[in-house]
């Protein structure tokens, strides 16, 4: 449009305030044509002109907007980062990762590195599975919290199996972290490692299954599993047992809970 074209123009022969909304009104346009002068702009001394030039690129987010966001490595200042995540949702998946997996990588600030993990999760919803698993095994909490976090919405077809396969090699605090990620996507096939959880040598472990299983669609075994931890543990884990109970829900619940079996 001939609005922007002049708004381009109009970039080289400003300073200060007036160069800052144009800047924002270029990218609030997603200007294809100013992409060239907002790129020069990266490399300008002000470094409030930097972040604006690098959120309207973000905003712009077409190929040549990317590659010249994509130009400048990491570690960069993190107004640059902030708009490659920005510009990432709306490019081809495989570029998309190419951006996200450097700045995973080498993102100067932990918020934007773990930013960048949780979109590849959402973007390669087939590798999700395995690397929420190898971010559940690491030492590095960030990542962990948002593996953890990712579980309940993925829609990874083999998550719930990959997590179950890897279980029983995790500490206690990380077994207790994916079981309540699990409760809150209550599919069947997580039950038998939150079952066997239910046992568990960890208090920290068997009250997280003891919560858990009462998302799950309920049955006599459970049902007598909550009922024994109830008449057997005392304090928090018998309190936490015995909300489970009152929450279970599925065919013959109530008739267990009402037989005592």
Same mark, same amino acid.
């Given at each position: 449009?001939?609005?922007?074209? $002049?708004?381009?123009?109009? *970039?080289?022969? &400003?300073?200060?305030?007036?160069?800052?909304?144009? %800047?924002?009104? /270029?990218?609030?346009?997603?200007?294809?044509?100013?992409?060239?002068?907002?790129?020069? +702009? *990266?490399?300008?001394?002000? =470094?409030?002109?930097?972040? @604006?030039? =690098?959120?309207?690129?973000?905003?712009?987010?077409?190929?040549?907007?990317?590659?010249? $966001?994509?130009?400048?490595?990491?570690?960069?200042?993190?107004?640059?980062?902030?708009?490659? $995540?920005?510009?990432? #949702?709306?490019?081809?998946?495989?570029?998309?990762?190419?951006?996200?997996?450097? $700045?995973?990588?080498?993102?100067?600030?932990?918020?934007?590195? &773990?930013?960048?993990?949780? /979109?590849?999760?959402?973007?390669?919803?087939?590798?999700?599975?395995?690397?929420?698993?190898?971010?559940?095994?690491?030492?590095?909490?960030?990542?962990?919290?948002?593996?953890?976090?990712? %579980?309940?919405?993925?829609?990874?077809?083999?998550?719930?199996? &990959?997590?179950?396969?890897?279980?029983?090699?995790?500490?206690?605090?990380?077994?207790?972290?994916?079981?309540?990620?699990?409760?809150?996507?209550?599919?069947?096939?997580? *039950?038998?490692?939150?079952?066997?959880?239910?046992?568990? @040598?960890?208090?920290?472990?068997?009250?997280?299954?003891?919560?858990? +299983?009462?998302?799950? #669609?309920?049955?006599?075994?459970?049902?007598?599993?909550?009922?024994?931890? %109830?008449?057997?543990?005392?304090?928090?884990?018998?309190?936490?047992?015995?909300?489970?109970?009152?929450? +279970?829900?599925?065919?013959?619940?109530?008739?267990? %809970?009402?037989?005592?079996?």
């Amino acid at each position: 449009p001939a609005i922007d074209t $002049l708004f381009v123009s109009a *970039l080289g022969k &400003t300073t200060g305030r007036t160069r800052l909304g144009l %800047i924002d009104t /270029l990218g609030r346009r997603r200007a294809a044509a100013a992409v060239a002068g907002l790129s020069r +702009l *990266l490399k300008d001394s002000d =470094a409030a002109t930097v972040a @604006a030039a =690098a959120r309207a690129l973000g905003d712009i987010a077409n190929a040549a907007a990317v590659a010249a $966001l994509h130009a400048v490595p990491e570690p960069s200042v993190a107004p640059i980062a902030a708009a490659k $995540l920005a510009a990432a #949702p709306r490019m081809p998946p495989a570029a998309a990762l190419t951006l996200l997996r450097e $700045l995973e990588k080498n993102a100067r600030s932990s918020a934007h590195r &773990t930013a960048a993990f949780r /979109l590849s999760l959402q973007i390669e919803v087939g590798a999700a599975a395995g690397r929420i698993a190898t971010a559940i095994s690491g030492n590095d909490w960030a990542f962990k919290q948002v593996a953890l976090e990712a %579980i309940a919405k993925s829609t990874s077809p083999n998550l719930v199996a &990959t997590l179950s396969s890897q279980f029983a090699k995790w500490d206690a605090p990380t077994q207790a972290g994916v079981i309540a990620a699990l409760a809150r996507r209550p599919d069947p096939a997580a *039950l038998p490692a939150i079952v066997a959880a239910a046992a568990h @040598a960890d208090a920290e472990v068997r009250r997280a299954a003891f919560s858990a +299983l009462g998302f799950f #669609p309920g049955n006599r075994d459970i049902v007598a599993l909550l009922a024994k931890a %109830i008449a057997t543990t005392t304090g928090e884990e018998s309190r936490t047992a015995k909300q489970s109970l009152a929450r +279970l829900h599925g065919p013959d619940v109530n008739a267990a %809970i009402v037989l005592g079996r």
